[in-house]
C-alpha cells in the first residue's frame, strides 16, 4: 500500500515521539480564545461495526471522527452520530489531525497493538477494546510506547472496579476484601464456569472449508486485513464471525476471556505476575480456524489456579475457594456473616474509574496498558495452548514460554507488508 506524503509526514513525526518527546496534551496548551479544559477533550473511534457503534454513544469527549474501512459501516456511524463528526477510511488519517485527544479502538484484535502504539505515538491517549492486543508480544509493544509517551490507556473492561459481576450478585468489591484480608486462607481456586463462563460463546469458532468469495465493492478487505496473512475472502471471516479465526482472535476465549480474568487477577492480588503453568483439555486445533476446547488451568508460583471450564461441567464448583472457606455464584459462602465480617474490613485501595479524568490529570486509569497486559496475557496463554494442544510452562519475569520455541515463536508473530509494531 502506498503512502501519499501526509502518512510519510504523520510516521516522521510518531519516530520523535518514539525517540522520547513527549507530546503535551493539546487541552493543556490553552491559548487565545482556548476554552476551558472540562468543555474541550475531543474524540475519534476506529471500527465501527460493532462495538464501535456503541463508543459513539458514550459521554466521555465530544466525538469528532469515525473511521472503517466498510462504507455500510462508517455510513450507519456517522447517521448515529450525526452534524459535526466526519468520516475515514484509513485511520493514520484519524491519527493525523491534531485535533483529537482520545482515540476509540475497536476494530478486531489483530489491529489493537499496531493501532494503540500508533495512536500513543501521535500523541493521543487510547481508549481499546478487549482483548487487549491479539499476541503477548504486542502487548509488551503496547505497553512500552504508552510508557515511553506518556500517553493514557483505558481497558474496555470494567468489572474490577463496577458493576454486578457474572453471576455473582455482587460487584468484585466484597471478593476482593475476603481475599486481602484472609478470609478464604491461602493458595486459592478460582473456577469460571456456568453462568460466569464460557459456555454460551462456547461454539464460538471459524470454518475448515471455507471457499472464496468476491469481495464486496464497500470493503477494503486489504485494509480490514492489515497486518494479518493474506487469504482469499469468505465473509465469514470478518464482521460478527472473525473471532473464528486464529489470524484476527481465538474465538470466545478472545472474546470474553479478559471480561472473566481480570477481574481475577485484581481479586488474587496478582498484577504484578502471571501464571507459570498453563494445562489444555482440548480437541486437536485446524491452523486456521478456532476450534472448541474443554478446560483450560492456569497455576501461578504459589499455588493459586484459575480454571475456566469451556463445558459447563463443574455447574457445582464455588466461584472461589481456599483452605478456610469457599464463596459460590450469588454469593453464597461457607462463613457465616461474611458480608457482616467483610462490612467491618478496611476497603481496598481507590481506584480512577473516570478515564476523562485520567486525560486530564495524566493519572493512571484504573486498568490500564500495565495490569490489563498482564489479564490479557494470560488469555493468549490460553489460546496459545489450545492452538498447539499441549500444556505449556511459562516465565513470569522474561514473558516467555520455557523450553519451547514453537510456543514462544506464537508470542511476536510476523506481520505482513508495511506492518510493524516498532
Known sequence: MKQD???????????????????????????????????????????????????????DARLLAVCDVDQNHLKEALDIAGSGVKGYSDFRDVL??????????????????IMSAMAARAGKDVWCEKPMTRTIGEGKKVKEA????????????????????????????????????????????????????????????????????????????????????LKPYNKHR?????????????????????????????????????PVKVEVDAPQQDSDAVGTWRRITYTYKDGCRIILDGENRDKDAAYIEGPKGKIYKGFRSTIPNLREKLDRLPDPAPQLIDFRKSVITRKKFAL???????????????????????????????????????????INQPMRGEWKMD
Not at 493525523?96 to 497493538?113: F, K, S, V
Not at 476471556?257 to 492480588?269: E, K, M
Request: hydrophobic share 35%; with cysteine.
Open 96 to 113: 493525523n489531525r491534531p485535533d483529537i485527544d482520545i482515540i476509540h479502538i475497536a476494530t478486531p484484535p489483530h489491529w489493537h497493538g
Open 146 to 229: 504508552i510508557h515511553a509517551t506518556g500517553r493514557m490507556f483505558r481497558l474496555n473492561t470494567w468489572f474490577r472496579f463496577k458493576d454486578i459481576f457474572y453471576g455473582m450478585g455482587t460487584t468484585v468489591k466484597p471478593l476482593k476484601k475476603a481475599v486481602s484480608n484472609g478470609l478464604l486462607g491461602w493458595p486459592l481456586t478460582v473456577t469460571i464456569s456456568g453462568i460466569t463462563g464460557f459456555n454460551w460463546k462456547f461454539y464460538w469458532v471459524g470454518k475448515t472449508n471455507l471457499q472464496p468469495q468476491p469481495i464486496p465493492k464497500v470493503l477494503d478487505y486489504n485494509m480490514w486485513l492489515g497486518p494479518a496473512p
Open 368 to 410: 490500564n496498558e500495565d495490569n490489563g497486559y498482564r489479564s490479557c496475557t494470560i488469555v493468549n496463554m490460553g489460546a496459545i495452548a489450545v492452538r498447539l494442544g499441549r500444556n505449556l510452562e511459562f516465565d513470569s519475569e522474561k514473558q516467555e514460554f520455557i523450553n519451547d520455541d514453537e510456543a514462544n515463536r506464537l
Open 238 to 274: 470478518v464482521h460478527q464471525t472473525f473471532r473464528g479465526y486464529w489470524d484476527y482472535d481465538s474465538g470466545g476465549l478472545g472474546d470474553m476471556g479478559q471480561h472473566y480474568i481480570d477481574p481475577v487477577q485484581y481479586i488474587l492480588n496478582k498484577d504484578d505476575e502471571s
Open 5 to 59: 506524503n501526509s502518512r510519510r509526514d504523520f510516521f516522521k513525526k510518531t519516530l520523535a515521539v518514539t525517540a522520547g518527546i513527549t507530546i503535551v496534551p493539546r487541552f493543556v496548551l490553552g491559548g487565545s480564545g482556548y476554552t476551558a479544559p472540562s468543555d474541550q477533550l475531543t474524540r475519534a473511534i476506529i471500527g465501527v461495526g460493532g462495538m464501535g457503534k456503541v463508543h459513539i454513544h458514550y459521554t
